[in-house]
């Protein structure tokens, strides 16, 4: 009896052992398989700060291969640009952490695939000591162009490759230098609005009057216009409960269509646009044009922050349609319309990294051009970019020509309750083999046409070559 009683003893504590054995396996393999990428990217995962120890980080490198960001003999980092390529490359510290693409890309710099993290202590068997280069998309001359153009001035310059959404320059001012940034992080990182802000994402401003070749779309789209229709510019637009539109500096445009009344950036007749297009159509086109999405990949942009449709009265639709009222946009997000209408209404997808190549020239990541949203139908594009064209010719953007170029804009000047005025500038200019789309900001700058347009100008000259 006895004997009966311990092997049944014997034989229960087997079970409870097979039982606690088999929930160990499945646990496991829940975090092998179901939450492996999460834990991966964990920052708080020590596998890679081990891993930063042992490995000779990778380069990253502009789009012709020259080095933004190098590792040192000593190991240390260093970024030959300095702050002219502060915001993609970002800054990588046993301290402070990373940022751009040295966080973003960190695995990849580091040699680690999604499949090297999920084998663990394993992985150190297939591990190199030199880890991957990461090639981007920026082009050197465009980005030092844009920085030298904001000349240490609060902005951002976005430029992008319509036809493929390759971000060629990204720029945010005040910069920072990432080659000593350990030692000024407690100055740098008091500062909200400071040089480690990356304007061209996460900078939120009212677009002003470049939102209006978006609502020229919108009126011409849901037939609440035509381009033959005049408006008469007196310089003001009653909007109802004794408030108005003015125009800038007390402008009078007099009768003009749509075409001459944002080659002139009349306030008075997209004012009215607006409240014809009412809450319901303004919403649509602001989700047509992905104001309501964000991108993913490699590009982290705030969203957008768009009115209250649905409560706004004529007042506020009529800002809306200028630029004004609460609508809060990214430089991205405007580059990102520019190239809509410079695209024939087909937006591609932003990219910054081209390539990831490992020490012995293997290409393990290859981006390929991803479509990310239609816009417009490509007629309303061509007319919408023909608009854009007499912006430059014959408008407010002229300082933006570039002799033997095809160039598009539309300036903005847009209020600001803080400041004075912000200057933008959007638009494209085909070049001898590819077409370019930009949004160019510059904080408290005033007049877009005098300010930003010139800056468009130095950019498009440093990609002609």
Same mark, same amino acid.
């Given at each position: 009896?006895?004997?009966?009683?311990? &092997? #049944?003893?014997?034989?229960?504590?087997?079970?409870?052992?097979?039982?606690?054995?088999?929930?160990?396996?499945?646990?496991?393999?829940?975090?092998?398989?179901?939450?492996?990428?999460?834990?991966?990217?964990?920052?708080?995962?020590?596998?890679?700060?081990?891993?930063?120890?042992?490995?000779? #980080?990778?380069?990253?490198?502009?789009?012709?291969?020259?080095?933004?960001?190098?590792?040192?003999?000593?190991? +240390?980092?260093?970024?030959?640009?300095?702050?002219?390529?502060?915001?993609?490359?970002?800054?990588?510290?046993?301290?402070?952490?990373?940022?751009?693409?040295?966080?973003?890309?960190?695995?990849?710099?580091?040699?680690?695939?999604?499949?090297?993290?999920?084998?663990?202590?394993?992985?150190?068997?297939?591990?190199?000591?030199?880890?991957?280069?990461?090639?981007?998309?920026? !082009?050197?001359?465009?980005?030092?162009?844009?920085?030298?153009?904001?000349?240490?001035?609060?902005?951002?310059?976005?430029?992008?490759?319509?036809?493929?959404?390759?971000?060629?320059?990204?720029?945010?001012?005040? @910069?920072?230098?990432?080659?000593?940034?350990?030692?000024?992080?407690?100055?740098?990182?008091?500062?909200?609005?400071?040089?480690?802000?990356?304007?061209?994402?996460?900078?939120?401003?009212?677009?002003?009057?470049?939102? %209006?070749?978006?609502?020229?779309?919108?009126?011409?789209?849901?037939?609440?216009?035509?381009?033959? !229709?005049?408006?008469?510019? +007196?310089?003001?637009?009653?909007?109802?409960?004794?408030? @108005?539109? /003015? =125009?800038?500096?007390?402008?009078?445009?007099?009768?003009?269509?749509?075409?001459?009344?944002?080659?002139?950036?009349?306030?008075?007749?997209?004012?009215?646009?607006?409240? /014809?297009? %009412?809450?319901?159509?303004?919403?649509?086109?602001? %989700?047509?044009?992905?104001?309501?999405?964000?991108?993913?990949?490699?590009?982290?942009?705030?969203?957008?922050?768009?009115?209250?449709?649905?409560?706004?009265?004529?007042?506020?639709?009529?800002?809306?349609?200028?630029?004004?009222?609460?609508?809060?946009?990214?430089?991205?997000?405007?580059?990102?319309?520019?190239?809509?209408?410079?695209? =024939?209404?087909?937006?591609?997808?932003?990219?910054?990294?081209?390539?990831?190549?490992?020490?012995?020239?293997?290409?393990?990541?290859?981006? /390929?051009?991803? &479509?990310?949203?239609?816009?417009?139908?490509?007629?309303?594009?061509?007319?919408?970019?023909?608009?854009?064209?007499?912006?430059?010719? %014959?408008?407010?953007? #002229?300082?933006?020509?570039?002799?033997?170029?095809?160039?598009?804009?539309?300036?903005?000047?847009?209020?600001?309750?803080?400041?004075?005025?912000?200057?933008?500038?959007?638009? @494209?200019?085909?070049? /001898?083999?590819?077409?370019?789309?930009?949004?160019?900001?510059?904080?408290?700058?005033?007049?877009?046409?005098?300010?930003?347009?010139?800056?468009?100008?130095?950019?498009?000259?440093?990609?002609?070559?």
């Amino acid at each position: 009896m006895a004997d009966w009683k311990l &092997k #049944r003893q014997i034989l229960q504590g087997a079970v409870c052992l097979l039982l606690i054995v088999a929930v160990l396996v499945v646990y496991v393999g829940y975090l092998t398989v179901w939450k492996g990428d999460e834990l991966a990217h964990n920052p708080l995962n020590m596998r890679q700060a081990a891993a930063r120890a042992d490995i000779r #980080r990778g380069s990253i490198l502009d789009a012709q291969g020259r080095a933004l960001a190098q590792t040192r003999s000593d190991g +240390s980092r260093s970024y030959p640009f300095g702050a002219v390529m502060a915001q993609v490359t970002g800054y990588n510290g046993e301290n402070i952490g990373g940022a751009g693409l040295e966080g973003h890309a960190n695995r990849a710099l580091l040699g680690l695939t999604d499949d090297m993290t999920r084998l663990g202590p394993l992985a150190q068997l297939f591990q190199t000591e030199q880890g991957n280069d990461v090639k981007t998309t920026i !082009e050197s001359d465009a980005q030092q162009a844009a920085f030298d153009g904001l000349d240490g001035r609060k902005g951002a310059v976005v430029v992008l490759d319509v036809d493929t959404g390759a971000v060629l320059a990204m720029v945010s001012s005040p @910069s920072y230098d990432p080659n000593n940034i350990e030692a000024n992080w407690d100055n740098l990182s008091k500062v909200a609005d400071g040089p480690l802000l990356n304007r061209t994402v996460q900078g939120m401003y009212p677009p002003g009057s470049t939102i %209006k070749p978006m609502i020229a779309d919108a009126a011409l789209t849901e037939s609440v216009t035509t381009e033959q !229709e005049e408006f008469s510019c +007196s310089g003001e637009l009653d909007v109802g409960g004794g408030h @108005s539109i /003015r =125009e800038s500096h007390g402008e009078v445009h007099g009768q003009v269509n749509l075409r001459k009344a944002l080659t002139e950036s009349c306030n008075v007749t997209f004012g009215t646009l607006g409240m /014809r297009l %009412k809450d319901d159509k303004l919403k649509s086109t602001f %989700k047509r044009f992905g104001f309501d999405q964000s991108i993913g990949g490699d590009i982290v942009m705030t969203s957008s922050h768009l009115p209250a449709f649905g409560t706004l009265g004529n007042g506020d639709q009529a800002q809306t349609a200028i630029g004004q009222s609460t609508l809060l946009v990214t430089p991205m997000h405007m580059a990102l319309l520019a190239a809509a209408f410079a695209h =024939e209404g087909t937006i591609m997808k932003p990219y910054l990294v081209q390539q990831v190549v490992t020490p012995s020239g293997l290409i393990v990541q290859d981006t /390929r051009p991803e &479509k990310w949203l239609t816009a417009t139908t490509a007629a309303m594009a061509t007319k919408i970019d023909s608009f854009m064209e007499d912006v430059v010719t %014959k408008g407010t953007g #002229r300082a933006a020509q570039v002799s033997g170029v095809r160039v598009t804009g539309k300036t903005g000047t847009a209020e600001n309750a803080h400041g004075e005025d912000h200057a933008w500038f959007i638009g @494209s200019a085909q070049l /001898r083999n590819r077409k370019i789309a930009f949004a160019i900001i510059v904080e408290n700058g005033g007049g877009g046409g005098t300010v930003a347009a010139p800056i468009a100008r130095k950019i498009i000259l440093s990609l002609q070559n």
